[in-house]
Each structure stands twice: as C-alpha cells, then as structure tokens.
C-alpha cells in the first residue's frame, strides 16, 4: 500500500505523487503517516516534512499550514514550500547566519514585533537548511 501526497502552496503545486511514508512537523511535534492511517486534519508548523519514495527520505521545507488525512490521501495546505533538493544548502546555511544575528541583536526587546519577526525568519531559514541538507 501506498499514500498519495499533495503539497499546495498558494501560487504552486509543490508535490504531488506517490509515496511510502510522510513525517509532519505538526504543532503538537512530528506526526507518521502511514498507509491505512485514521482521517484527521492537523496544523503544521514551520519545519520539514519528510517522504519515503521508493525507499529514500525526500525534504520539503514547509512554512506552516495545515494537512488533512483522508483514505490514504495526505493534502498539504501551506503557506510557502519549498522542496530539499531546490535548496543550495550554503545559501540556506548564510541566510540562517543572518537570521540569528538579527534576532541576537533584539534580545533585550522582550516579544517586540521585531524580535517576533525575527524569530519566524530563524524559524525559516532553519527549516530550509535542513530540508536541504537531508536528502539521502
């Protein structure tokens, strides 16, 4: 048995085929999907989602959202996605860098709008580092 995964993105089709096993970066923690899992809809945080295809775990960096479960079907509503393998890991490494220096210079601002902000983006960049750097 198989699961069909779609991951949509408000402008893109991010993914949509066949694959053997889906771990989600729920907001509760990660959550496995296998074949004949029990319908549900769980909100995704900012994280990586992982696909077994034909054996090999595939990345894609999610940027929140929402997936539902239905008769093997995963659906993947998200705000922005972006698959492991697009991803130049040393672009996603120096983005990062950067992120968490801006966020380490608003450290004496206290859930400031700003410190949020910054926050998301190391959250971001987090994500997408490891999305590209955990395809194998």
């Known amino acids: 048995m198989s699961l069909t995964l779609r991951v949509l993105a408000p402008d893109?089709?991010?993914?949509d085929g066949t694959v053997e096993e889906v771990i989600l970066p729920s907001t509760t923690g990660l959550l496995g999907i296998l074949p004949g899992h029990i319908s549900m809809?769980?909100?995704?945080?900012?994280?990586?989602?992982?696909a077994l295809i034909?054996?090999?775990?595939?990345?894609?960096?999610?940027?929140?959202?929402?997936?539902?479960?239905?008769s093997n079907d995963v659906t993947?509503?998200?705000n922005s996605a972006e698959l492991g393998s697009k991803i130049d890991p040393s672009s996603a490494e120096k983005d990062l860098e950067q992120a968490s220096a801006k966020l380490s210079q608003l450290a004496s601002e206290p859930n400031s709008p700003?410190?949020?902000k910054a926050q998301q983006?190391?959250?971001?960049?987090r994500a997408?580092?490891?999305?590209?750097?955990?395809n194998s």
């Open 12 to 15: 893109q089709s991010v993914f």
């Open 41 to 50: 809809v769980t909100a995704l945080d900012t994280g990586v989602l992982r």
């Open 54 to 70: 034909d054996g090999n775990w595939n990345s894609i960096a999610l940027m929140g959202g929402f997936a539902e479960v239905e």
């Open 76 to 78: 993947v509503l998200v």
């Open 114 to 116: 700003e410190k949020i």
């Open 121 to 125: 983006q190391v959250n971001r960049a």
């Open 128 to 134: 997408r580092l490891q999305a590209s750097s955990s």
